[in-house]
């Protein structure tokens, strides 16, 4: 998943010990406040819901299922496939899920290693990986991990990802990243959860794709459901990916690849296959009488592990992160377990569940954020709760997305450059190989017209520079965690620069030389 998705994070703290991480259990739910009738009056209305969204926004497809007291009791798709075409969504077309991979990544995690698995160190199953700290690397758990804790900075390695690196390659540079306390601070890290993904296939012998396959997908019966990129781009009855173009309207510009980090965000499934997973996990990981998933380690999931969004005013409510689920509790005490999945290439999901009262919603679409999938699950509760929407909410979502999408971007206008900017040096001056012990290789090439291209990655991906002023100049970012134009500046003696948004971490400067001993 990229910088976005990460709404509607909330939950109740746990003491986290640097030695013993597992958190008490936490108090008995109250006894359910919804009857059929008031669930059935949602459903009712969910029809009418979705429309509207789709209409607002100009969303092209939606599925959606609802599952109540271990019953399918809604399951259809809206819209099409692809915008331009006939082709219609269904309950069998298959959806990126993004970010929703994380709760299914923690249910194949509890199906394979139980309870006391989650509290095994990482690093032993997962060649090369360590973190900056020695003594983090080796206490690091799969539960610190799902639950964002290790002290690994946000979306640590992404960008990594952005550049074409595979997982194998981010897994082993994490240790360049800075830490903050181990334990005692959240941030949200598709790696740092693919790691311990990773550590529990490596440990089973077999890759995570046919982990989560053999262990969650083929016995539950999720036949379109698939930890595989491939398996999601061969499918005839699939959802393509959306963006919005300059004049409002969507089109199915790019195909997000997300291997890299499949357990965090790679998973693809349908409609129909979600309302069996939701059925798996309001029933405790039993379906049609089978156990198909332990318990006991797939309760843990759902507890609350790291504070993920403290308080803000003195009557707020704590928001949480359990392991892969984000939670949080209303006001009647119910517990209620959620996430948001997002692709800024085009792909937005919805997951809520208020397990007290047997009742859960998974709304999928085909387009990056703007509120819809979040919405639709938002009016859904509120509609059964209250007879009604409390609250116009896809603006209000739409503008978190806006706001996580904007942070990223430079306050530097590169588009414009000071009237009494200095020439750039000679381009040749400029060209070479370069080197960065995180991002690897660059190359800057001066063309025969004056020009400068930069080239990143392990195929390098080129980007065109623009000179700004002096020995700084911009390129337009691409891919998942694209920021717009960012700053390239030169030290005045050539021997190194930084990319402004590669350096979030202090990571981004590239020093000249290929990186082998003796010949920078």
Known sequence: MSILGRFAVAGLTALLGATTP?????????????????????????????????????????????????????????GVRKAGEKAAVDADTVFQLASVSKPIAS???????????????????????HLKDPWVTSHVTAADLFAHRSGLPDHAGDLLEDLGYDREYILSHLRYEPLTPFRASYAYTNFGLTAAAQAVADEKGVPWEKLAADTLYKPAGMDSTSSRFEDYAKAANRAWGHVRTADGTWKAQYVRDPDAQSPAGGVSSTARDMAVWLRLQLANGKLDGKQIIDADALQRTHWPQSVANPPHAPAGRTGFYGLGWNVSYDDEGRLRLSHTGAFALGAHTNVTMLPGEQLGIVVLTNTSPVGVADAVALDFFDIAQHGKVSRDWIPLVDALYQQEADEGRSKTDYARPPSDAPPAKDPGSYAGTYHSDYYGRAEVVAGADGTLTLRLGPKPQSYRLTHYSGDTFSFLTAGENAVGRTGVTFTPDGKSFTVEYLDQEGLGTFTRGDGTPGRR
Not at 107 to 129: E, R
């Open 22 to 78: 597992g958190p008490s259990p936490p108090p008995p739910q109250p006894p359910p406040q919804l009857d059929d009738a008031e669930v059935q009056r949602a459903v009712d209305q969910l029809d009418g819901v979705v429309r509207a969204a789709m209409k607002r926004t100009g969303t092209p497809g939606v599925a959606v299922a609802v599952v109540h007291d271990g019953k399918v009791i809604h399951l259809k798709g809206y």
């Open 107 to 129: 249910t194949v995690v509890s199906g394979a290693v139980g309870t006391d698995g989650w509290d095994k160190p990482v690093a032993p199953h997962v060649l090369d990986f």
